[in-house]
C-alpha cells in the first residue's frame, strides 16, 4: 500500500487504532508500513531543518525568539519520540562498571551509524548513563566513558555528524528498582537530536 | 573522668601538688581543669541532668513550646557528643519551687543522690524588652559540678527567637570547651544534594538537619563542598550539557561560574587557594586537576586512560587521596599534590569517596566486599583498615566533621537516600536529612 498523506507542518504527534490483530492503522484507516514509519521521520526532520535554517533573520527579535525556541523544542521533542518509538536510533547497554562497546552492541551502532551517515546535517547527542551502585561520581566519569566509547566507535565507522556527549551518571535511571533487571536497563548510552544545520 | 574528691580543701593541695609536680615534667598540661578527657580510651559517659528552662517572662509572653524547645535541643546536643548518660527528668527529686539557679541556691544533694554528676539549669525571657536585649528572647544557662557544688560556667544570650537552636548551640560548644578543652562542632552546618520531583538541588543546614536551605534552582546539582573559611559552596550544575563547577557565597546568595566544562567531584584545598577535580575535556579521558583558584589555571595529577575521580586533600594541602579503576576495580590511591608518588592503599574489594580526617590521622572511605557498601577507616598510609558500619544497605561518600570524631554519611538503610552523623568509631548514628553527597563544613 502506498502513503499518501504528509504529516502537518507543525502538527502533534500522529496517533492512530491498533486492530485486533495488533496491527497498526493511522488516523485515516490505513495501515501503517515500514514506509509510513520512513516518511513521518524525514517529514519532522525536513521540518526541524527548515526550522533552523529559515529562522537565522528573525534571530534578533527578542520576543519572536521565545516563540521560536518553543517551536524548536517542541519539534525536537516530536524527532526524538519518533526516533524512539521507531527504533532509528537505539541506545546500546553495558556491563557492570564496564564502558567498554560490547559485542551485543555492535549491530546496533552499525545501524546508528548508518543512519546517520544519511542524515549528517543533523546534530546528535550521545548521553551516557550508569546504574546507581558506587558513588555518584564515579558513575558520572563512568558514564561519560561510555557516552565517549560510542562517539569513537561512531567516528571508526565514518560517521561525520555532529556529536557531543554528555554524562548523566546515575541521575537520570529508566527505573529504581535494586535489581539485575533494573540496573542492566541503566547502563546504557542514549541517542537524541539536539538540533540541525 | 570527673576527679572524686574527700575535703574540699585537702583535694585542692593535692591537685596543685600534682599539676605542680606534673608540669615539670610534662609541659603539656594545661592550666585549666579537664573534665572529661575524650581521648581515653576507657572513656565512660559522665552522668548529667538537665532542668526544665524556667520561663520568666511577663504573663502574655509565656511559651512552653520555647521551654520545650530549649531543652530538646540542649539534650540532642549532648547526646550527639555521646559523653554523656543524660538521666530522665522523672527521676530528678528536687522541688523546682524552692530551688534556684545560683550554685548557693541549689541543694546539690538532690543531684547526687539520684547520681548525677553534672547538671544544667536555665531561664528565658520572651520579649525582655530590657537595656541588655531588645530582642525576642534571652537565654541564661548554667552548668553545675555537682561534686564540687559550684558553677562551672554560665553565659546568657539574646537574639530573636529563631535563632533559639543557635543559642543553644553556643553553650553546648562552650560545655564541650569547659569541660574537654576541644572545641566542638554545634555551630557547624551540612551542605548536601537531594533530589525533588524534577532536579537535584543543593541544600545546607545545622549539623542536626534544622534549618535546611536550598541555594539552588533547577536541573542536576552535584557534590557540594565547603571552603575553608565555611562560607562558600562549590558544586557542579547541569547546565547546558555541562556540569558546569560553580562558587557560591551561602550568606550572600552571590553565585560565580568556574568552569564552563564538565568537572566532576570539585574539592576545596584545606589551603583556600585551590581546587582538586575531575575532567575529561582536557585530555580526553577523565583525569585529576588541580585548579589555581585565582587564575583558573589546572595542573594534571593523572595521566592515564583509567577514571581518576574524587580527590580528597590532606588537612596540611600536601597530599590528595583519589579513587582510580587503573588496578581493575576501584581503589584508593594518595598523590602529593604536585601529581608526584602516586601510591596505592587499598587491595580489596571496591573502594570509593576517600575523606581525610581534619587531624590528619584517618581517611575515611566506601568499601564493598560482596554487594553493598560500608563505611570504613583507615590510616594515611594505608594501614589498619576497620570496617565503621555494617548495615546490609549501602552507607556511602562519608564526610568528616572538624573535631575528627564524627562522620556524616549517605545511606539508604532506611528506604530513600538519606544523610546520617554517627562518631568515628560507628556508634550513634542518627538521620538527619534525606539526600547525598554529605559535606560537613569547617
Redesign the interface.
Known sequence: MVFSGCAKMGSSISAGNITEDGVLENSRGEIITEEHVRRDIENALEELEKIYSSNEENHHDSMNEKAILEERASVLKKVNTMVRNTGTLLPVFFDY?KHSIRDEARGTLKNNAEWLSGHSSLKI?VAGHADN??????N???G??RA?NVLYYLRDFGVNASI?T???GE??PNCFESTETCWSQNRRAEFAVVAAD | MLIKTMSYSKSLFLTLAVIIILSIFNSSISYGKVYIDINSPTLIQTPIAVTEFKDMSLLEDRSLEVAKNLRDVMISDLNFSGLFDIIEKEAYIEDPQRAGFRAKEIDFADWRQIGSELLIKGTYIVNPSTKKCKKGLKVEVNLFDVIKEKLITGRWYCGNQKQLRKIIHKFSNRIMMELTGERGVFESRLSFAARTPDSKEIYYSDYDGYGKVKITNGSTNNSPQWSPDGRWLLYTSLRGRQHKLYVQNTFTGKEIKISNETVIGPRWSPLGNEIALTMSSLHGNSELYTMNISTRKLRRLTNNSRIDVSPAWSPDGKKIAFVSDRAGNTHIYVVKSDGSDIKRLTFKGKNESPAWSPKGDKIAFARSTNGNFDIWVMNPDGTQQRQVTSDLHDDEHPSWASNGRNIAFKSDRGGPSAIYIMKADGTNIVEVAKGSNPSWSP
Open positions: 562498571d547527542l551502585r558506587g558513588s555518584n561520581e564515579y558520572l566519569a563512568l561519560d566513558k565517549k557531543r554528555v554524562t548523566f541521575e537520570k
